[in-house]
């Protein structure tokens, strides 16, 4: 029941595997803005988009090279993408592109989220083959307020090409609070019953392993939040951001990993990208340097 | 206080002007799919990424300059735009761009939200201005899941640029009550609680005709929650989808007119773009057909 149409595997299944090889749960977060890249690579990229988005896509497989040994995948932030348009666009498929050559897994950070035939759409440019080639990512970030008519053909890829997706359920941010925590008459806070909501989207999606193919971004800054979520959707796959800029450490996702190693995933984004501006140094060296740190200690609050 | 930095005017009075001049409240919604399009268009684009883009931009200025003598917006959906890779974003920003020549609002249907610094990135994508250009959009539809973080950015572009926004509050799809209609202890529900929430972001942003910049999206595929949401914010301009494909018609959202004819805007997405597929004939004459009976009833109901 594992096995998929194509003869891949389920996305829970591929994630336990490739983090029991690499030994890590890390997650290279790649938000690049080209006004912080390294000089070398934004100096003269000046006003013109064509050579902003090459600065940004040779920053982007720089960092590949330099994290892909002590990370599992790579979560690109379409929105640094698309902010230098069309050419941010094919920054963002070169990315892709590289990093599944590097042997990483791709999460788009897309946070898409419409009604049906739209999210059809989504699906198809995101986890779904294109132009002849495989799916510029394996898994994509999903939110969910408008229903499960908008994971469905997300599912449907899951099935179909072992793709998986990430249900937006606490996220990291201050502001998170104003709709997310919204008391509900039966006592649950709404992203507790999105929790649920994807716990359920989730069933006949699950894996070999016991993990499914849905999982649930749930933030590191909210710690308790991240045990709660554990106790609510034991199989399902963690995505934590938060660690780094945003303030949370790694002892903060301790309780996400109880249903075992590869049952979490953590995305550090600017620590790592701009770890030359804090450490000096070689930008890629420092990135590197980094993410090993960074590794090392999930690995061991992970407890395997 | 309704002049913006750039003296530019914010977008409730934009609309005012325009919907006064144009004596329409039609928005053409762009939702391009190459298999539908005319043989004419698409015939031999195959499988090529950049022919298939191609057809695309030329089937969205055909409809625009078919429909737009009609209508006061476009609404391309990024998804149908996305799914082409980066050669569909170029297609995207040339329907854009046509669009504004044509005298006619863009609205980005992106439906994005994220966390205050990515949020940043995606108003800079679409409602600032951009490569020496003018923005890409005079407004956007955000999803409120990620709280007032999330539309901050937009409301600084609203001061600075006359741009407008649409909080998602009721979507127009059969799945939105999964989370939008949970029942909160207070007793209202998650979407009318979004909606008190948009109402308050846009205090602030208010023109001088008592529209505000921020909007909300509701679906014409629930009446009841077209005048509930008026009741609610009688500020705020509506975007309202569902009418044609999805089911609803134009005496389905008389109600959200109580505020003035500029007080909400009507999409027509399929049932304009794919009109010659009912009605036979010249597509573009099919869609001028469509376009302008929709302009007529949906003004008639209006009651101005």
Redesign the interface.
Request: proline share 5%; aromatic share 8%; net charge negative.
């Given at each position: 029941m594992t096995q998929v149409e194509t003869g891949t595997t389920v996305f829970g299944d591929r994630l336990v595997d490739l983090v029991d090889r690499r030994r890590s749960q890390l997650v290279l977060g790649l938000?690049p803005?080209v006004e912080l890249l390294p000089v070398e690579l934004h100096g003269d990229a000046g006003?013109v988009?064509e050579a902003r988005a090459d600065a940004v896509a040779r920053f982007c497989r720089g960092l590949i090279d330099a994290a892909a040994p002590v990370c599992v995948a790579v979560k690109p932030?379409l929105?640094?993408f698309?902010?230098l348009?069309?050419?941010?666009?094919?920054a963002?498929?070169d990315a892709c592109a590289y990093a599944r050559e590097a042997g990483l897994l791709v999460i788009a950070d897309a946070?898409?989220?419409?009604?049906?035939?739209?999210?059809r759409?989504?699906a198809?440019?995101?986890v779904e083959p294109?132009?002849?080639g495989p799916p510029?990512a394996d898994a994509i970030t999903i939110?969910?307020?408008?229903?499960?008519?908008?994971v469905e053909p997300f599912l449907g890829a899951a099935k179909r090409y072992g793709s998986g997706l990430f249900v937006?359920a606490k996220?990291?941010?201050?502001?998170?609070?104003?709709?997310?925590d919204?008391?509900?008459?039966d006592g649950e806070v709404?992203w507790q019953?999105?929790a649920r909501?994807a716990r359920e989207w989730g069933e006949g999606h699950v894996g070999e392993h016991g993990l499914s193919s849905v999982g649930l971004v749930i933030g590191a800054t909210y710690p308790r939040a991240v045990g709660e979520a554990r106790r609510l959707c034991p199989q399902q796959v963690f995505l934590l951001p938060g660690i780094g800029a945003?303030g949370a450490g790694p002892a903060d996702v301790a309780r996400a990993f109880t249903s075992g190693p590869a049952s979490a995933l953590v995305a550090v984004s600017r620590s790592i990208d701009y770890a030359f501006r804090v450490r000096g140094g070689d930008w890629r060296a420092a990135a590197r340097l980094e993410a090993t740190r960074l590794r090392d200690e999930i690995w061991a609050v992970s407890g395997w």
């Amino acid at each position: 029941m594992t096995q998929v149409e194509t003869g891949t595997t389920v996305f829970g299944d591929r994630l336990v595997d490739l983090v029991d090889r690499r030994r890590s749960q890390l997650v290279l977060g790649l938000d690049p803005v080209v006004e912080l890249l390294p000089v070398e690579l934004h100096g003269d990229a000046g006003d013109v988009p064509e050579a902003r988005a090459d600065a940004v896509a040779r920053f982007c497989r720089g960092l590949i090279d330099a994290a892909a040994p002590v990370c599992v995948a790579v979560k690109p932030q379409l929105a640094f993408f698309e902010t230098l348009g069309h050419h941010g666009m094919r920054a963002f498929e070169d990315a892709c592109a590289y990093a599944r050559e590097a042997g990483l897994l791709v999460i788009a950070d897309a946070k898409r989220g419409d009604i049906g035939s739209t999210a059809r759409a989504y699906a198809a440019a995101y986890v779904e083959p294109r132009d002849g080639g495989p799916p510029v990512a394996d898994a994509i970030t999903i939110n969910p307020y408008l229903g499960r008519e908008s994971v469905e053909p997300f599912l449907g890829a899951a099935k179909r090409y072992g793709s998986g997706l990430f249900v937006l359920a606490k996220t990291s941010n201050d502001g998170s609070a104003d709709v997310q925590d919204l008391r509900l008459r039966d006592g649950e806070v709404v992203w507790q019953n999105v929790a649920r909501l994807a716990r359920e989207w989730g069933e006949g999606h699950v894996g070999e392993h016991g993990l499914s193919s849905v999982g649930l971004v749930i933030g590191a800054t909210y710690p308790r939040a991240v045990g709660e979520a554990r106790r609510l959707c034991p199989q399902q796959v963690f995505l934590l951001p938060g660690i780094g800029a945003q303030g949370a450490g790694p002892a903060d996702v301790a309780r996400a990993f109880t249903s075992g190693p590869a049952s979490a995933l953590v995305a550090v984004s600017r620590s790592i990208d701009y770890a030359f501006r804090v450490r000096g140094g070689d930008w890629r060296a420092a990135a590197r340097l980094e993410a090993t740190r960074l590794r090392d200690e999930i690995w061991a609050v992970s407890g395997w």
